[in-house]
């Protein structure tokens, strides 16, 4: 952190921005808060590394509690225009036996299934309704590159782009940069990794049009699980996991060695490897870690999302808990704002209130991928019994809630929200 004793902002060569909320980082956490932000009658200011809503290899599975978020905020619709994949739930495959079953339809409509959506649609609808509000303003293309302090108090960020930089001076400023937030660590708050999945994902799509799952199928397969699902529009999403850093070995045996381990890996796809897959450069590999930072608040400065906590992309939950963590954030920011309090411990009851839900969802990842990638006879064994108890009872009905749910309390509070 910087203290504020510098040159103007003009003889910088920057353009000096105040408002009440500087929120740095507009993906889906960011972009949401800051819409609540706005219907609420708060001034917010919008910090975005990327020129565009183009996300390659980012969350594109919504869970109903991101929608029910989404619908609540009036945005799904649009979202829906934009195109999307509806998809039943998660299915776990071995040898094209199926293994395991996770049902939405068990749900309570209207958001009884996942949603496979480009998170650019979700970003552009929620952007463009950011900009009908006078008090928004949005610096794409630029990142944060210092945060701004008087004594311990953060009060803005110094972002820089191609065409010179912005201060913005802010009340409070919200970290949503994601997973490798430069927020977090310009703010000296330890990202907290956990390395408990010791896997990397390989990612690459398929055009298949006519071979659709309408389901997020794990495939288990030697060597590593392939998670395969719908992307809109009419393209398989496929993750295939390796041991961490396994993958600079493999990769140096060339494209055909890569391509057959593929097609080992999933038979049924082999076709469409052998035609779409024409170099490594089609294929993107991306570190799976989880993490939960030591701390969500300082004076003047608060985390959500992926830069609080950070999730593998089994059980597809990043999403859901950005979205819900804008939702949460919301009631306690407007009430600093009123109060006049934005202190680490006021702004520090966000971190109270969510991290039970966040240590909950680390678990159940963590029971997912054991139970459903471990090979061994007690937990084959195991297996079907679980795959009844979640399939018929209520036992099984209340952890397919959980999943799809998080924590279904949470719910966006329109009744602050202001006439336009
Ligand atoms: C390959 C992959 C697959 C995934 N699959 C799923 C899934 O199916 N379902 C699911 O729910 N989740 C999934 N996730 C996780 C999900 O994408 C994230 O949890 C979710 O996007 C988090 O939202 P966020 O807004 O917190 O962060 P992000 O989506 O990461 O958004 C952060 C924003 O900050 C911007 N930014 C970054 N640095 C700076 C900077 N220095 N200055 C200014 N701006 C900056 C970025 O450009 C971005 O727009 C997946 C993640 C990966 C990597």
Redesign the pocket.
């Known amino acids: 952190m910087t203290d504020d004793v510098r040159p103007s902002a003009e003889e910088a060569g920057m353009t000096d921005v105040k408002d009440d909320v500087c929120i ?9 808060l800051a819409l609540l932000l706005l219907r609420s009658g708060v001034g917010v200011v919008v ?4 020129r565009s809503l183009e ?1 390659s ?7 109903p509690g ?1 929608l029910a978020v989404l619908g609540e905020l009036g945005v799904l619709p649009g979202v829906l225009d934009r195109g999307a994949h509806e998809l039943s739930g998660f299915r776990l495959l071995a040898d094209g036996r199926v293994l395991m079953s996770i049902d939405y339809n068990r749900l309570p409509p209207p958001y009884n299934h996942l949603l ?1 959506v480009p ?1 650019q649609h979700v ?1 552009g609808e929620l952007l463009a309704l950011c900009e009908g509000y006078e008090r928004f303003s949005y610096l794409p293309g ?4 210092e945060l701004l302090t008087e004594g311990s108090q953060v009060t803005g960020v110094v ?1 820089g782009g191609p065409e010179g930089g912005y201060r913005v001076a802010a009340r409070c400023v919200v970290g ?8 977090r660590t310009l703010a000296g708050i330890d990202a907290g990794r956990i390395d408990a999945f010791d896997q990397d ?1 390989l ?1 690459f799509k398929l055009l298949a049009p006519d071979r659709l799952t309408g389901r ?1 199928q794990i495939h288990r397969a030697a060597g590593g699980a392939v998670i395969v ?1 719908d992307s809109y529009p009419g393209r398989l999403q496929i ?1 295939w996991t390796l041991p961490h850093r396994g993958y600079q070995a493999i990769a140096e045996r060339g494209l055909e060695h890569v391509k057959q381990r593929l097609r080992t890996a999933l038979p049924r796809y082999a076709d469409l490897i052998d035609e779409q897959v024409t170099s490594l450069h089609d294929l ?1 590999l ?1 570190d ?1 870690f989880a993490g939960c930072a030591d701390e969500w608040a300082r004076d003047g400065l608060v985390l ?5 906590h ?2 593998g ?1 089994l059980g ?8 819900q ?1 804008a939702a949460l954030l919301h009631p306690l920011l407007i009430n600093a704002l009123r109060t006049g309090d934005l202190s680490a411990g006021a702004l520090g009851e966000f971190a109270r209130v969510r991290r039970p839900d966040v240590d909950r969802v680390v678990k159940t990842q963590l029971m997912q991928s054991r139970g459903m990638l471990t090979r061994n006879p007690v937990a084959d064994a195991i297996r079907p019994v679980a795959t009844t108890l979640i399939g018929r009872t209520p036992i099984g009905k209340k952890i397919t809630q959980r999943i799809a749910f998080g924590n279904p309390a949470i719910r966006v509070h329109s009744e602050l929200f202001v006439s336009d």
């Open positions: 740095v980082g507009g993906g889906p956490a960011g972009l949401a910090v975005e590394r990327s996300r290899y980012r969350g594109e599975i919504l869970q991101g496979s998170q970003l630029y990142r944060i590159r972002a949503a940069d994601g997973r490798y937030s430069r927020t994902v990612w997020v699902h993750g993107t991306l799976v959500i999302g992926d830069a609080a950070t999730h992309p597809a939950q990043g999403i859901n808990l950005a979205l963590d």
